[in-house]
C-alpha cells in the first residue's frame, strides 16, 4: 500500500476496506473474502499490503481445503459477437 494514502494511479484518496479479491494463478481462479485493502476512492484502484499479498500466494500454493466451491460461467465475447 503506498505511505502517502494518495492513489498511485489518480492522486485520489485511500479508503481502507476489506474487500472480495479475484486472483489468477495459472488457468485458475481463487476468491479470497474479507481482504484488508485500501480503495481509491476516485478510481476504484485496489491496492493490497505486501503482506495481504504473499498471504495470499502462500495459500494459493499451499492448496488448502477451501470454505467452499463456486462454479463460474465462462463467455468469449469474441464467440458471442459472430453469432
Known amino acids: 500500500m ?3 494514502r494518495k492513489c498511485g494511479e489518480c492522486g485520489g484518496s485511500l479508503e481502507n476496506k476489506t474487500i472480495t479479491h479475484i486472483q489468477p494463478w ?8 474479507e481482504v484488508p485493502a485500501s480503495v481509491c ?3 476504484g484502484h ?3 499490503a505486501a ?9 494459493v500454493q499451499g492448496h488448502p481445503k477451501p470454505k467452499k466451491y463456486q462454479k463460474v460461467p ?3 465475447l ?4 459472430k453469432a
Open 2 to 4: 503506498p505511505r502517502s
Open 41 to 43: 476512492v476516485q478510481c
Open 51 to 59: 503482506e495481504v499479498s504473499q498471504r495470499i500466494d502462500e495459500i
Open 26 to 33: 495459472g488457468e485458475e481462479l481463487f476468491r479470497f473474502e
Open 78 to 81: 469474441a464467440e458471442l459477437a
Open 46 to 48: 485496489v491496492w493490497l
Open 74 to 76: 465462462v463467455f468469449s
